[in-house]
């Protein structure tokens, strides 16, 4: 069952301060884990189970090799860009569809829209908006997310609650409570690895990477929608639509599910042209190189058409019925 003392915000900040305190730089990352995380990994050392301290039983994992493949088959990846709201999903037919943090709330419009896969990275926006993770957590969906997310729903969310499936990942740079590599200890660990492709082993904050199996760990790139790309590659998916990709003046502009009063801040702007631009540039590359489309439908994103070519999402949409001519 949940456990409200140890979800406490008192607890969390005394945890994280004698974490500071008493661990080596290298190991700063896992400060949101410690002392109540402990995983497991296989003998390739994947995760393979999260245990909660304080929490019985810890939330299931689903097993990622047990998930269905779509080679050649078309994903739609929904963000929370503005440019979001501009789409009639009334129109569109969508084969699979994966969101991430607030996407969920499209369904308020549009109630048959359905999601498939899900990803959340980021435990401010579950604080802030609960509601919306309340009813991610209850639908039929694989929420892919990270130990600290889970360690996240298990301290608050009742099982009884919990719909989806877990599947849990981490960042190829900085590994649930392993320490962090350096650039050099990890260009030479990741050197010709088929699976975790990777561009730059010295960029700031993260390196710079393309993760092909998602199992092993996938590269961070300044923003959910590049984990979530990773994923729907790894899925198969030959044919990607990316809706909501503005990360254009994005401290101004609220998300299509937020108003000027309640926007939550983020470090897109601060970050885009060091790293999540580079990252996504990289990425179309190395896609296209395998044959994979990836379509941005934000005609006004901040990434050029020679990241990913831009679509008007009108060209996907059925023809609006006009009714029956007058007799």
């Known amino acids: 069952m949940p456990n409200p003392i140890l979800a406490s915000r008192v607890a969390t900040w005394m945890m994280r301060r004698l974490y500071r305190y008493s661990h080596p730089r290298a190991m700063r990352h896992n400060q949101a884990l410690w002392p109540l995380v402990k995983v497991r990994r296989d003998q ?25 493949r779509h080679p050649g088959q078309t994903a739609h990846l929904i963000l929370s860009g503005p440019s979001v709201a501009e789409i009639d999903y009334d129109r569109l037919t969508l084969d699979y569809v994966m969101g991430v943090n607030g996407s969920i709330a499209l369904q308020a419009r549009h109630p048959n829209l359905r999601f498939d896969y899900y990803a959340i990275l980021d435990t401010g926006f579950m604080d802030k908006r609960r509601h919306l993770v309340d009813q991610i957590l209850a639908q039929d969906l ?60 010295y960029r700031p904050v993260h390196a710079h990477g393309y993760s092909l199996d998602v199992r092993r760990g996938l590269f961070g790139g300044g923003t959910v929608a590049y984990s979530a790309l990773q994923f729907l590659t790894w899925l198969g998916f030959s044919r990607i639509y990316v809706h909501g990709l ?14 000027d009063k309640d926007k939550a801040g983020t470090a897109l702007t601060r970050q885009f042209a060091s790293h999540i631009e580079p990252a996504f540039r990289d990425a179309g590359a190395l896609l296209r190189s395998r044959g994979v489309q990836v379509y941005n439908l934000s ?29």
């Open 44 to 68: 390739r050392g994947r995760l393979v189970e999260c245990v909660i301290r304080g929490v019985s039983p810890s939330p299931a994992l689903a097993d990622l090799d047990l998930e269905p």
């Open 246 to 259: 503005d990360l254009k003046d994005a401290h101004n502009r609220p998300r299509f599910y937020e108003t």
């Open 142 to 201: 694989l929420l892919l997310c990270t130990p600290e997310v889970v360690k996240w729903i298990a301290l608050r969310i009742p099982p009884r609650r919990i719909g989806c499936r877990l599947g849990v990942f981490e960042e190829v740079h900085q590994r649930a409570l392993c320490p962090r590599p350096t650039p050099q200890a990890l260009a030479a660990q990741l050197a010709g690895d088929p699976d975790l492709v990777l561009f730059d082993a």
């Open 299 to 327: 005609l006004d994103s901040a990434l050029g058409e020679d990241v990913f070519p831009k679509l008007d999402w009108r060209t996907l949409a059925a023809p609006r019925e006009t009714g029956s001519p007058a007799a």
